[in-house]
């Protein structure tokens, strides 16, 4: 091979992992970021000024750190696994931070009100249990990726 087609295979090869990276971090960001807002909306007082800008302020920023972090990981199964399961942990959180409108208003809200924080409760517990469904997936493929680097170490080694 001549020197040209090295580099432009090295060069392909840094941009689809980059690619893969941005594609990663922008994925996962978003379904954190989107955790992050719902427990905010829940967290953040309803009188406090500005309180839909701090939402955006903390949707935005999650998505933004995600993304970035991930362009600087090169473990990527690893960084999915990890960053999945912390968004199911956060939208379980925040289904469970309905659970105090139940209790404190279930009695006063209309049916349909109840029915509808059910089905988005519903909603939160179902992308939870995806997220951490997916990070098992991703753990698999971590373990797989880690054995075959060790068996091309091992087989270096002995060579």
Known sequence: ??????????????????????????????????????????????????????????????????????LFIKQQPQFCQYTLKLSGLVYALAALANLPSYLQYGSVLSNAVLVDLFIVDFMFITIASLCWYSAQKFAKKTKQVQQDIDQVQGELSTS
């Open 1 to 70: 091979m001549d020197k040209q087609t090295c580099q432009t295979k090295k060069q392909s090869q840094r941009s689809l992992a980059f690619v893969t990276r941005l594609t990663s971090g922008a994925f996962i960001g978003c379904m954190i970021a989107i955790a992050l807002g719902a427990v905010a909306a829940k967290v953040l007082p309803i009188d406090l000024e500005d309180r839909m800008a701090s939402i955006h302020t903390i949707v935005y920023a999650s998505f933004f750190v995600c993304t970035v972090i991930s």
